[in-house]
T-cell receptor, first 110, second 114 residues
């Protein structure tokens, strides 16, 4: 059965810290891996990764995919309180649906 | 606002009642997805449409659940004879399909079954 596992489940840091969120997957017919940020409402899209080793970057956030080892990481540098959210990793297979992990809850304190 | 729109945002109902949710996708998107999310979990796929055709349904979608997208635009998700276990956030997403198929989510409908 297709599976996406995120770690850690929860993370508490201070503003200015750098964090790394992990996502591993076992999915047949992999097509892409996506990261979303979820505050109290809609998951908002961060990155889509399809190729190994190519870093995607947006401001203080960056992500990379390793298709050989079947994992991805999401890095956030110089964290701010506004980064507090649940970060969801999802994998798209060839049937176009997303398989989500349980998410990593990040809390950033001043 | 040109994002995915869902109504209502919250629904409280008594066990055994029927409920219906609506989703309006981003206008140029031909794919529309429904997911269910319970507390502390990631969203779980329920079903999806390409235009008006329902292409896949999860085994999570019991006979009490039905979804439609009659004109290939908005979609409705109906739950008949609601049970307490149906309490969850119901999320809708849309995408244009094809390569780089990014799904964009609405804010969801939170259902509470008493």
């Amino acid at each position: 059965e297709d599976k996406v596992v995120q770690s850690p489940l929860s993370l508490v840091v201070h503003e200015g810290d750098t964090v790394t969120l992990n996502c591993s997957y076992e999915v047949t017919n992999f097509r892409s891996l996506l990261w979303y940020k979820q505050e109290k409402k809609a998951p908002t899209f961060l990155f889509m990764l399809t190729s190994s080793g190519i870093e995607k970057k947006s401001g203080r956030l960056s992500s990379i995919l390793d298709k050989k080892e079947l994992f991805s990481i999401l890095n956030i540098t110089a964290t701010q309180t506004g980064d507090s959210a649940v970060y969801l990793c999802a994998v798209e297979n060839n049937t176009d649906k997303l398989i989500f992990g349980t998410g990593t809850r990040l809390q950033v304190f001043p | 606002d040109t994002g995915v729109s869902q109504n209502p945002r919250h629904k409280i109902t008594k066990r055994g009642q029927n409920v219906t949710f609506r989703c309006d996708p981003i206008s140029e998107h031909n794919r529309l997805y429904w997911y269910r999310q319970t507390l502390g979990q990631g969203p779980e796929f329920l079903t999806y449409f390409q235009n008006e055709a329902q292409l896949e349904k999860s085994r999570l979608l019991s006979d009490r659940f039905s979804a439609e997208r009659p004109k290939g635009s908005f979609s409705t998700l109906e739950i008949q004879r609601t049970e307490q276990g149906d309490s969850a956030m119901y999320l809708c997403a849309s995408s244009h399909g094809g390569a780089g198929n990014i799904q964009y989510f609405g804010a969801g409908t939170r259902l509470s079954v008493l």
